[in-house]
């Protein structure tokens, strides 16, 4: 992080001291609940200060980025409610960061490289040695020769070579890794994001936004620091894992500093992780491409496509955003809280209605035969807001669940000779049952009592189907993994710190254990035979036009499949917090 005064001089000279903050998404994926919770750092922070925020496609990897995740996160964001000052894309600076490129490349501060991968690799490994090597022996790295094969051969070039080799990268006479252009950083700084850098390497490749107007691509390192400039933005704020990279001493300023280029503020924070689930793009895309999860919407996923399709609204996950704070420390949260957000957010506002899951049918012997009317609260907390009344036919349905064979003193379900109260309706009491070939209850029999209505229910109230109820499928989704923190052994604590290793770009938690063995088997349950209230079954059509609770089974939206011919509902949330979370 960087806050010198010097930064602050130049930010209140180009701006007048306004703030301008960006957004810049790889559009190598959707976006998450972590990038909402940056979009919400940025976005916030840029308001606070009568500022405002560029949504920035980091787009330098073609072979990763794709049209589809760029119109998703547009969709996101503004979803999400956040207004972005001006939509840019590193890719409208190809032509200013090629001319960067020359320009280093004059200075003798850039040069061609031909080592592999591998060979970059070992030179790395020898740079690493000459540190330690360094502060064994109590030698000053700066006097001390590198070791043979510490810098790349190619380092010493002269300019006239390195500018027709670039040109020759540039006009696609080189094949793919067969060079690259490499910042002439300082191979004996600490800061080993300071060792030479790639700043351009070959791809031939479409590029989504740029097409095929170049065939050599800056690199992330290389781009960003001079795109936060080109824009003026004033406060760069980042996850942890790119501190070194904009440490006084690291590139982004080494950088800036050789080219002569606006310097802006620098911050990080840390990256938000949530319990049972995975954030990181790259495992993302294993669930999907291997099928553990149907899409980048899946509603098991914390996308924020995948979030909406199962219910959850926008304030919602801006208050939860909100309530995790910004910080420096380890930022894991309980997927509880989240949970919570939506919870509460619905409980106040949403309607009841009725749907059995796993219906098991009940005939009532001494039904009349007309339906009976029966008034039910859209919102028994709110008398005010208004009843709709259900039809109670001689055949009525109740979960399979609500119902055992021999009774139990915890039991609060209908059972031979026990009686219940049918939610707002009328008391029932088991006259007997049959069993299908495998010895399950298959049907009830039941008496209604007539003058039951607005008595004092017995010990069970179930929720229960009539016969003009619709069939539909419920979709019923838990944790996606077991283990609190996938791939990592210890079983994540509040409060304790967890550890994290840094793989490139990608903060990731140590994989001690394959985090895909821990996938919760039981993620998604699909109730296909679910029997739903009219008043839902009329409304299938509308994806996420409504949320309403399913009494005693929780909170409930219109999946996108959903159809009025079969109509398809999502769990968003249960109606407590589960206990084994
Ligand atoms: P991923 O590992 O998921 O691919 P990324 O950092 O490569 O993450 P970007 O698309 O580059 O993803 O992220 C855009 C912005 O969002 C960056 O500024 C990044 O720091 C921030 N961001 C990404 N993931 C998180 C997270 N889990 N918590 C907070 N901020 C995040
Ligand atoms: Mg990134
Ligand atoms: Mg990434």
Not at 184 to 206: N, P, Q
Request: proline residues 6%; glycine residues 6%.
């Amino acid at each position: 992080a960087v806050n010198s005064p010097e930064c602050l001089a130049a930010h209140v000279s180009i701006t007048g001291g306004k703030w301008q903050t960006r957004f810049p998404p790889e559009p190598n994926g959707y976006l998450h609940i972590g990038h909402a919770k940056a979009m919400q750092f940025n976005f916030g922070l840029a308001a606070k200060h009568s500022g405002c925020t560029y949504l920035r496609f980091d787009d330098t990897n073609p072979a990763a980025e794709k049209q589809e995740y760029i119109d998703s996160i547009r969709d996101s964001v503004d979803w999400l409610g956040h207004k972005p000052f001006k939509v840019t894309y590193s890719s409208d600076y190809f032509d200013e960061l090629y001319e960067f490129a020359l320009k280093l490349i004059r200075q003798g501060k850039a040069y061609v490289c031909h080592q592999t991968k591998s060979e970059t690799a070992a030179s790395r490994q020898l740079l690493q040695e000459f540190q330690l090597y360094c502060s064994r022996k109590c030698l000053p790295r700066y006097g001390t020769p590198l070791p043979f094969g510490a810098a790349s051969p190619y380092r010493c070039r002269s300019v006239k070579d390195n500018l027709i080799l670039f040109d020759e990268m540039k006009r696609g006479l080189w094949e793919e890794g067969t060079c690259s252009l490499r910042m002439k950083g300082d191979l004996r700084s600490d800061v080993t994001s300071m060792w030479d850098l790639a700043a351009y390497r070959i791809k031939f490749e479409k590029h989504p936004h740029s097409s095929d107007r170049y065939c050599i691509y800056p690199t992330y390192d290389y781009t960003h620091c001079l795109v936060d400039s080109l824009e003026n933005v004033t406060h760069s704020l980042c996850t942890l894992e790119f501190e070194t990279r904009q440490a006084p001493n690291g590139p982004y300023y080494w950088l800036l500093d050789s080219l002569g280029l606006y310097k802006p503020i620098t911050w990080e924070f840390a990256r938000c992780n949530i319990t049972h689930n995975v954030l990181s793009k790259r495992k993302l895309n294993r669930l999907i491409t291997e099928g553990h999860v149907t899409g980048w919407d899946d509603p098991r996923l914390l996308t924020i496509e995948g979030l909406r399709r199962r219910g959850y609204t926008p304030t919602s996950i801006n208050r939860f955003c909100f309530e995790l704070g910004t910080t420096r420390n380890d930022n894991t949260q309980h997927f509880s809280k989240l949970e919570r957000c939506i919870r509460e957010e619905l409980d106040d506002v949403v309607y009841r209605r009725f749907a059995v899951l796993d219906p098991l049918p009940v005939i009532i012997s001494n039904h009349p035969g007309t339906p009976l009317p029966v008034n039910c609260p859209l919102h028994p907390k709110f008398p005010e807001r208004g009843i709709r009344t259900l039809n109670l036919t001689s055949t009525v349905f109740i979960e399979r669940s609500d119902f055992r064979e021999f009774d139990d003193i915890n039991f609060y379900g209908l059972a031979p000779g026990k009686s219940v109260r049918l939610l707002f309706g009328y008391n029932i009491t088991c006259t007997g049952f049959h069993k299908d070939a495998s010895g399950n209850a298959c049907l009830l029999k039941a008496i209604y009592v007539p003058d039951s209505l607005n008595t004092k229910p017995p010990k069970g109230t179930l929720h229960w189907a009539s016969a003009d109820f619709v069939q539909g499928e419920v979709r019923v989704y838990d944790k996606l993994f077991q283990a609190e923190v996938p791939g990592k052994k210890d079983d994540f604590k509040q409060g304790e710190q967890t550890h994290y290793q840094t793989e490139g770009s990608d903060a990731v938690h140590c994989t001690d254990v394959d985090w895909l063995s821990q996938l919760n088997p039981s993620s998604l349950v699909v109730h296909e035979n679910a029997l739903l209230e009219p008043s839902i079954a009329c409304m299938a059509d509308k994806p996420l036009g409504f949320r309403f609770q399913l009494q005693r089974l929780g909170y409930f939206t219109i999946d996108r499949e959903s159809t009025l011919k079969k109509p398809v509902l999502n769990r968003i949330v249960t109606l407590r917090e589960s206990k084994d979370l």
